[in-house]
């Protein structure tokens, strides 16, 4: 079953937490203003995570802006946001997770991974010997009240506020995070409580998996009881033009663009903005998600093919909570329409993941999901270890 460890590397200086944690490498969108942004802090991880010299700005952060850690500890991290839903907080730990073939049901993952997505963290992680961004995952565990209890009776080692100017889902959270060493009771406790269940990912696809194909032994994990999905919209530039398939769709029209109800898929553009309702819901649980309904039902409309997904000259992507960039990409000529789909339920995502492990070919479409709010990178970085030569199912 699944095993858990302490984590051992490098973090933050207290007095500059704020300045090294950054969004995940996979959110900073190259020339964006988030990139901008975090470009402009000396010490943002974002020079490791994405940066053109990965290496020589690991050197300068160990040296401006991170101490040693060697003694094998959990790290409980708490976050608190305000939404439309009113204050919000979610618990989760950060472990070191062994790394094994997903045949073997340790680890349950939902989603396809992309050879140069895999290649690029594998360089990184080689290149540095330690690994910067977690793995997300979902645990069926009773896990929330004995991670609340922590927050109780534990001072925090950070106690800070995310500054990114608006500029994504991370911004204006505050975070408290707890250092558990593992050794100790509490940690004793809570590696008993995550050794039996298996661990679902939810977002790092890419990240267990150049785990897994690099060869090392764990990977830097972030465990959680429970996630918010969002849709992840989409702005689209088909190669032929909307307004020539518009009589063949059953269109309605609408005021501008929201999230819409399940089975609805909500369409802007510079002409106006319309609702499409799915035709066919099949039963199976790949095909009854709403990505895989738009994909047959309006992407052949328009000439594009599932090859066409991750080509940016047709495709980009934005979460729910930035409908309005979606919306600028169109109004500024970027891409020809914005859709917007209902999320993907946790419900979903995990039938999706569950009947993936008799059928590895089962999973979820790419660009399904997107969990908010992310996990900053830089709580803590893993010094990581090779030494497992399983690769199976890579």
């Not at 150049?210 to 702005?235: C, F, P, S, W």
């Not at 999320?343 to 039938?351: Q, T």
């Not at 993941?353 to 070919?361: H, N, V």
Request: with cysteine.
């Amino acid at each position: 079953m699944t095993r858990i460890a302490g984590l051992v590397g490098l973090r933050p200086a207290p007095s500059v937490v704020h300045r090294v944690t950054a969004p995940p490498y996979d959110v900073i969108k190259p020339k964006s203003a988030l990139a901008a942004r975090l470009e402009a802090e000396p010490l943002s991880l974002a020079h490791v995570t994405v940066g053109p010299d990965p290496v020589a700005a690991f050197e300068r952060l160990q040296k401006d802006g991170l101490v040693r850690d060697d003694e094998p500890a959990f790290y409980v991290y708490e976050q608190v946001w305000t939404s439309e839903l009113g204050r919000e907080r979610r618990l989760g730990v950060l472990v070191a997770c062994e790394v094994s073939p997903y045949e073997k049901r340790r680890v349950i993952r939902h989603e396809k991974t992309f050879d140069e997505k895999v290649k690029g963290r594998i360089a990184l992680a080689n290149a540095t010997a330690h690994t910067f961004g977690p793995v997300f995952a979902l645990v069926r565990a009773p896990l929330d009240p004995f991670l609340d209890e922590i927050t109780k009776t534990l001072t925090p080692l950070y106690d800070f506020d995310t500054d990114l100017g608006g500029l994504n889902d991370l911004h204006g959270i505050h975070s408290r995070v707890f250092r558990v060493v593992a050794s100790s009771a509490q940690g004793t406790a809570l590696t008993a409580l995550l050794d039996p269940p298996p661990f679902y990912i939810a977002d790092g696809h890419h990240r267990y998996h150049a785990a897994l194909k690099n060869g090392q032994t764990h990977a830097l994990m972030y465990v959680t009881e429970r996630a918010r999905i969002q849709a992840y919209d989409r702005v689209v530039t088909g190669t032929t033009p909307f307004d020539s398939i518009k009589p063949t769709l059953k269109l309605m029209p609408a005021e501008g663009l929201a999230t819409p109800p399940k089975h609805r898929f909500a369409i802007y553009t510079r002409g106006g903005s319309y609702f499409l309702d799915a035709i066919t819901i099949p039963q199976d649980v790949v095909g009854r998600l709403d990505c895989s309904i738009l994909e047959r039902e309006l992407y052949a409309h328009l000439g594009l093919t599932h090859a066409m997904i991750q080509d940016e000259k047709h495709f980009d992507y934005y979460p729910e909570s930035q409908l309005d960039q979606a919306r600028a990409a169109v109004d500024r000529g970027d891409y020809e329409l914005a859709i917007a789909l209902h999320p993907v339920s946790i419900d979903e995502l995990m039938k999706v993941a569950d009947a993936g492990l008799d059928d590895p070919s089962i999973v979820m479409p790419e660009k399904s999901t997107f969990f908010a709010p992310k996990i900053l990178s830089g709580v803590f970085i893993y010094r990581h270890s090779l030494g497992r030569t399983d690769t199976s199912s890579v």
